[in-house]
């Protein structure tokens, strides 16, 4: 008889390597199915429960520390809401950290597959591994213990708990192929080399190789496990996708080198200042005419807070994004100019994740 608990390769679910036990795989589909029937189906009637009590509480929705405790005050004489908050910090402490549990049982078995694909193509990754990371890149981002820098599977972590935060909705990149079909190009359509900023574990940039196959292709971030299992992950699928670790606001490419670059959802985890020295990058390595996409949030308005509300300011502080109470609040359609772009599209009045398409001028 096969034990459910066996240390056994099972294979992979999807891209990913699947758990090491099938308990461990039928624990984490129960928390997505959990978080899908508790959260997700409740969280534009939490948003309006939260603003409509802090209104009532006259205490205004302000993403400083300040504006936090002051939240916390007004949670706490909520009984809906505090619940909702706890449910939802603790449902992604508990499947982050059985993921990490499961992985560590074949830890060895998995450093050895990321060593062995760093030098196999096809395409290529580079890193540093006496890289200095800048301290805004060292925090737990999205409670993820190590980050995005400090864990040799942190790509791992990343790539198989999305598709848990995501409750199914990513099977297969499923999201991240829309993103990249629905990339706006260049107007002259010309399109020989792709710049993906902020990669991770590599889903858009490898949707975008497989939109243009015949394009060079290149995904970079700051976290070498990050490029290190993307890369991994993209000679899994045959793709010639290059990686390499570098931060977003100094790329090591010579001026009006791409004809694309692409971001998807880097903006609200760094920074104000990188954001803008990653713009004014990004503008200087596209050539004249070329365009950058971002993919994120919708920056805060009068009319639609958005992210930039109760739900946003507490899903802000008690998920490891310390970064994104700024950026909801800086106009980055504005930055985008500052930096030379010119803007083709911006998010409608409602959107909360969209594109804004920029081009350089020709």
């Not at 409740?42 to 209104?55: E, P, R, S, V």
């Not at 400090?150 to 297969?172: C, E, H, P, Q, V």
């Not at 700024?326 to 772009?341: D, T």
């Amino acid at each position: 008889m096969t034990l459910s608990n066996q240390r056994v390769d099972r294979g992979f679910v999807g891209p990913m390597p699947a758990l090491t036990r099938r308990s461990d795989e039928a624990y984490t589909e129960f928390m997505s199915d959990t978080r899908n029937a508790l959260l997700h189906a409740h969280w534009k009637n939490m948003m309006g429960i939260g603003d409509a009590a802090m209104k009532a509480a006259a205490q205004p929705i302000a993403h400083t520390k300040a504006g936090v405790e002051g939240a916390r005050k007004v949670i706490r004489d909520n009984t809906s809401i505090a619940t909702f908050l706890r449910v939802k910090r603790t449902c992604q402490e508990i499947y982050k950290q059985r993921i990490i549990d499961s992985y560590n049982l074949r830890r060895e078995e998995l450093e050895r597959m990321l060593d062995e694909a760093d030098t196999r193509g096809p395409g290529s990754v580079t890193w540093d591994p006496n890289f200095v990371y800048p301290d805004y890149a060292t925090v737990d981002i999205h409670i993820s213990p190590g980050g995005y820098t400090r864990s040799k599977f942190s790509g791992l972590l990343y790539d198989y708990g999305t598709s848990i935060f995501y409750g199914g909705a990513n099977a297969g990149d499923a999201l991240h192929a829309r993103l990249a079909k629905e990339t706006a190009t260049p107007q002259d359509g010309k399109i020989r080399r792709i710049l993906d900023i902020g990669c991770s574990c590599g889903q858009y940039t490898t949707e975008l190789k497989k939109r243009f196959p015949d394009a060079e292709v290149i995904g970079i971030d700051i976290g070498a496990p990050m490029v290190r299992y993307a890369h991994w992950r993209a000679t899994q699928n045959n793709l010639d996708v290059h990686f390499a670790q570098m931060p977003s606001e100094d790329l090591e490419f010579p001026d009006r080198h791409f004809d694309l670059v692409g971001c998807h959802i880097l903006f609200h985890e760094i920074p104000l200042e990188v954001i803008k020295k990653t713009l004014a990058e990004a503008h200087r390595v596209l050539r004249p005419g070329g365009t950058f996409v971002l993919w994120d949030f919708a920056t805060a308005t009068a009319d639609n807070l958005g992210y930039g509300g109760f739900v946003g300011l507490m899903d802000a502080s008690d998920n490891g994004e310390p970064y994104a109470h700024n950026y909801v609040h800086c106009n980055v359609e504005n930055l985008m100019a500052e930096a030379g772009f010119s803007l083709r599209a911006r998010p409608g009045p409602k959107a909360q994740m969209h594109d804004r398409v920029c081009d350089k001028a020709a």
